[in-house]
């Protein structure tokens, strides 16, 4: 707050924040991860990262602060590229620094050019930004773009809500109709072990005949009612007292 009206100014941990990646022992030093980068790659990272931090910071009163940001990057961008080219930063600046104008006036800037054959050069800056307050700049934060995943197959077949014997749909219920030791892992083909049927189906499914063609054959079940005509096979109850793993519930 200054002099009791609340003012947008730049945080000194944020200054120091940004600044600690291009020092070391205290001092601008070189970003070994840029070294075998072309020169446009270099200048073009170093200038986008500034660019989004003093665009961010430019309704700021005190924006001028920022220019710690602009030397300690500037000379770690400079040590790269003169430690790519084995060569000195006074060299690398006087083959890369450049002017041009700007709305406030001339700016001294640092390009790296690559000229195409019949296009238009493309061209990497760093600086040239007044580090002026800007009453009238605009914050653009954009919204994450949102990624939709595919389902997995188990979801999809769950939302489905239908039969994959008949068809029908509503009230479908998942059962597990072989146990896990009995499945073929490798096979690409496999599907899960659960598979999604209704109550009449599930019974047509375990007895090996269709009911839908009996009369007087009970076509809903409830849920209770399906539970309790199970049974566990004799290889089952082993595998249940043996304790492994992978054992399926079968209506006999």
Avoid at 135 to 141: G, I, K, N, S, T
Avoid at 154 to 160: D, N, S, T, Y
């Amino acid at each position: 707050m200054v002099n009791g009206q609340i003012a947008l100014r730049v945080p000194l941990d944020v200054i120091k924040t940004k600044c600690s990646p291009c020092l070391a022992h205290g001092k601008p030093a070189k970003q070994p991860a840029l070294m075998n980068s072309d020169d446009h790659a270099i200048v073009a990272t170093f200038g986008t990262v500034y660019r989004g931090i003093i665009q961010y910071y430019l309704l700021a009163g005190d924006v001028y602060r920022l220019r710690r940001r602009r030397w300690v990057m500037e000379t770690s961008m400079l040590k790269s590229l003169a430690g790519k080219h084995r060569s000195t930063v006074s060299k690398m600046a006087a083959k890369y620094k450049t002017a041009f104008e700007t709305p406030s006036g001339p700016r001294i800037a640092f390009e790296a050019r690559i000229e195409p054959n019949d296009r238009k050069p493309l061209v990497a800056r760093f600086g040239g930004i007044p580090l002026q307050r800007q009453r009238a700049a605009e914050l653009a934060d954009r919204e994450p773009v949102r990624v939709d995943y595919p389902q997995k197959e188990l979801v999809a077949r769950l939302l489905a809500d239908s039969c994959e014997i008949c068809g029908s749909k509503g009230n479908v219920q998942v059962h597990h109709v072989r146990a896990l030791a009995d499945a073929d892992l490798g096979c690409a083909c496999q599907r899960f072990r659960s598979s999604g049927f209704i109550g009449g189906c599930a019974r047509r499914r375990w007895s090996g005949h269709d009911d839908r063609k009996e009369p007087g054959v009970r076509q809903e079940w409830e849920p209770e009612d399906l539970i309790a005509v199970w049974t566990l096979l004799e290889e089952d109850q082993e595998r249940l007292r043996n304790k492994s793993a992978g054992w399926g519930s079968r209506c006999c």
